[in-house]
């Protein structure tokens, strides 16, 4: 990887603490589509976190005292680094993390679209003037950096998920530490390596690796971390809530989905199975938005399933980097034993492979991209998210029952449906119990608008001008003595 790099000194084997790289490189990174090692790096603990927290209090006064112009053009910088260096960073993403190349050169962008979109929201951190309730005073709310953030964040999208936390922090004043995902820290330690370059003072950004549960209690614990922001699973999630409530931080929870993606009768079929291709099998189905569980209404059931196959049997699997390929292979093993798990569930409550259903002859994790048929509304596939490459096909008849299939589920996150007809669009936006409704669309994702979920899906929103709201508290002033 170092030698294809046009500038290896984004590989970065240290920590990021303090403003200085360190730490002894020892635990093994690898290639998931290959399985060879890319690098080694450093195995941090309790201690080395509680160091990143302090240093990161210690930044606090000199970086919420810059003006909010300064700290834009700092951000601005980062952005600009990362364009310039997108190539060298989708090549390290894509040889962590599997997806094709063309995906990572996306997340690339979209991450350093959150950059360039909170280098501008620096800015408009607003406060209000409140109509007084006594003569002699004056009401005003401002609104102040939190202080010390901790994020923890996945291997799925191992870019952008840094610079959504990241950059509406640094942009309000406040300073982080992250812990990235183990399966692909070498995006985050690159994207620290330009915000160094980018003049983000020490002790402002700082990045551990290492063993997650010690590191995420120091960062749910430690008296001065003031908000926690984390994207993974319910149950890590859950863990995190319970160890936040001890010092009652504030938590921002991006968790599981199970999205429901319904065609309806009346919709542009061919729209339709473009979005569920892209919603579905984008990453190897391994986002927390994609389309986990697909309704097609009775009149266009068959016409649905054959075309979609059609479509994915298609598809070219293989290594990220090769040319042409769309379906890299999935992050580890027990992703793909999870994913025959949804299958052979499926298929003895009479489900049909139409196609797939396999692991690839490539072997290692890649699995073939899948299409099932004929099942059943309460299949294992239907209720759990499956984080790979399986699009169930469940039949309905009408909208009312639809509608009830997709909320019977725990989780909230993203909803898809395709239909023209402005009535039931309307109507079913409003019914579906979701953060993000995709109608028409199977891609929502835009750092200008929110992103999260309700129910056991999350807390908060990331991206749009609500992103902001996480990193900052109002502070409620009153002047009397007018
Ligand atoms: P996934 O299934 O996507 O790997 P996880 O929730 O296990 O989701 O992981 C998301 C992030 O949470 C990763 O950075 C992981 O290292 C971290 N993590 C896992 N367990 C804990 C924990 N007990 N405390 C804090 N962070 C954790």
């Known amino acids: 990887l170092h030698d294809r790099l046009k500038d290896p000194s984004l590989l ?9 790289w360190v730490g002894t490189p020892e635990f093994a990174v690898n290639n998931p589509a290959t399985g060879a090692e ?5 195995q941090m603990n309790a201690a080395d976190a509680t160091k990143a927290v302090e240093a990161a209090e210690r930044a606090f006064p000199a970086w919420a005292k810059l003006t909010a112009k300064q700290r834009s053009n700092i951000l601005r910088k980062w952005f600009d680094l990362i364009i310039a260096n997108r190539e ?5 993403l894509t040889s962590e993390q599997g997806k094709p190349l063309a995906e990572a050169l996306g997340e690339v962008d979209i991450g350093a679209a959150y950059v360039e979109f909170f280098a501008e929201e620096a800015r408009r951190v607003y406060g209000e003037t409140i109509p007084t309730q006594r003569p002699d005073a004056r009401l005003l709310a401002i609104r102040q950096p939190i202080g010390v953030c901790g994020a923890i964040t996945p291997w799925n999208f191992p870019n952008s998920m840094i610079t959504r936390k990241v950059s509406p922090a640094l942009a309000a004043g406040c300073m982080v530490v992250l812990k990235p995902a183990n399966e692909t820290p070498l995006s985050a330690l690159a994207l620290a390596a330009l915000a160094e370059k980018a003049g983000v003072p020490k002790g402002v950004f700082n990045i551990i690796t290492g063993d997650a549960p010690p590191i995420g209690k120091v960062l749910c614990e430690h008296p ?38 319904v065609v309806f009768d009346d919709a542009d079929i061919d729209a339709a199975i473009e979005g569920a291709l892209v919603s579905k099998y984008r990453n190897m189905g391994q986002t927390c938005v994609c389309a986990n569980r697909l309704y097609a209404q009775d009149k266009i059931y068959d016409q649905f399933v054959q075309k979609l196959s059609k479509k994915v049997a298609e598809m070219k699997i293989g290594d990220g ?38 692991r690839s002859p490539l072997g290692g994790s890649f699995f073939e991209p899948t299409v099932l048929s004929d099942v059943k509304p309460d299949a294992l596939v239907a209720r759990e998210e499956t984080f790979g490459p399986l699009a169930p096909v469940i039949r309905f008849k009408d909208e009312a029952d639809v509608i009830a299939m997709c909320n019977a589920s725990p989780f909230g996150l993203a909803s898809y449906f395709y239909s023209r007809d402005i009535g039931r669009v309307w109507r079913v936006a409003e019914a579906l119990e ?46 009397a003595g007018v």
Do not use: W
């Open 88 to 92: 060298d960073l989708a090549l390290i």
């Open 224 to 261: 001065a971390v003031r908000f926690v922001g984390f994207t993974g699973s319910t149950e890590v999630g859950k863990i995190l809530y319970r160890q936040a409530a001890v010092g009652v931080k504030k938590l921002g929870l991006e968790l599981g989905g199970n999205a429901p993606f």
């Open 38 to 42: 890319l690098i080694k790096i450093p």
């Open 321 to 358: 980097t090769e040319a042409g390929v769309v379906q890299g292979p999935l992050i580890n093993m027990e992703a793909i034993e999870k994913v025959e798990r949804h299958i052979a569930d499926a298929v003895k409550g009479g489900a049909k492979v139409v196609t797939g259903g396999k």
């Open 434 to 479: 979701s953060g993000m409704v995709g109608v028409n669309s199977g891609l929502i994702t835009t750092e200008v608008a929110p992103f999260g979920g309700v129910k056991e899906s999350g807390l908060g929103r990331e991206g749009s001008r609500h992103g902001m709201e996480e990193y900052v508290e109002i502070k409620y002033v009153m002047m």
């Open 12 to 20: 970065r084997d240290r920590c990021y603490i303090d403003g200085a």
